[in-house]
């Protein structure tokens, strides 16, 4: 078997996936900018018509007009960047809390080399193994009281990793089953797929905050103007093109934050089955044993 092969192909195929998803976001991002140029420039037309016209009297310089209008696309755009970018910053923090918080947070109870014995002390020494094999720090190990087959790897980095597994994979499984196992687990820590999958998930989210903006601007567009210290209902004129407007804006954020955190996701759920394919075959490599 050319497990090598297998990972190369892997990698290839994430990292051509990861390029899409990046463009995707960029193009998303573009959108969102041109929307919100759009409702300024709509609103802007019908609010100072008044402006316009003394402007033209007072014989502005062409120039000096496409200079506001450049300012105010820069502005749009760092505007529509930092929210991004906020909205991904606070998802990575929440999530980058450490391997030995998610295992705990699953209930997982960390086993001790020291007086360990019968299936915690195969586990233990299995992990052992992959670790020299793998050519990484050995992890702490957490069992999961669960009678199903499964384990996990999480943590940011190979220093702050744990490996966790069910009650059911220690008991159920052969020494060969296990030790694949958690292989492949070990595959995860050695080419960063949990940090991988934590910027995935918080550049998604930052795209997700383009739809709850909108969902709010729709809220906010519901008829009621506060100013002055008193609220009044909008009416006819250029009040009416204004909400119109606003709730325009309202629904394609929500268009382009949803829909693109749908697709976005989709193409995240490519990118982890890849990185399954890259575990496999890294298990063959560190097992040695292709069965």
Not at 41 to 61: I, R
């Amino acid at each position: 078997m050319n497990f090598f092969k297998h990972q190369d192909t892997a990698k290839h195929k994430t990292t051509l996936l990861v390029v899409l998803l990046s463009l995707a976001v960029l193009s998303l991002v573009a959108i969102t900018i041109a929307a919100i140029g759009l409702f300024l420039y709509y609103v802007g037309l019908h609010s100072t018509s008044v402006s316009a016209v003394q402007a033209q009297q007072l014989s502005l310089p062409e120039h000096m007009l496409q200079f506001v209008q450049t300012e105010l696309a820069l502005w749009v755009s760092l505007g529509v960047v930092f929210v991004v970018g906020m909205g991904t910053v606070f998802k990575y923090a929440q999530l980058s809390g450490g391997g030995r918080k998610v295992a705990e947070a699953l209930g997982g109870k960390l086993l001790n080399y020291d007086g360990a014995e019968g299936e915690e002390a195969k586990v233990l020494n299995i992990v052992e193994e992959m670790a020299i094999a793998s050519g990484n720090p050995v992890p702490p190990v957490y069992i999961i009281e669960d009678n199903g087959i499964n384990a996990f790897a999480a943590g940011l980095s190979r220093r702050d990793a744990v490996i966790g597994v069910t009650r059911g994979c220690v008991n159920l499984l052969n020494r060969d089953e296990l030790q694949g196992v958690i292989a492949h687990e070990f595959s995860h820590i050695h080419n960063g797929d949990m940090r991988l999958n934590m910027r995935l998930i918080a550049i998604l989210h930052g795209i997700l905050v383009i739809g709850l903006l909108g969902y709010y601007i729709l809220r906010g567009s519901g008829g009621y103007h506060y100013g002055y210290g008193y609220r009044r209902r909008y009416s006819g004129g250029s009040n009416s093109k204004s909400r119109g407007a606003q709730m325009g804006l309202g629904f394609a954020l929500v268009a382009i934050g949803f829909g693109g955190t749908f697709f976005g996701n989709i193409i995240k759920a490519a990118v982890s089955r890849q990185r399954e394919f890259l575990a496999d075959a890294s298990a063959v490599q560190f097992t040695r044993n292709p069965e």
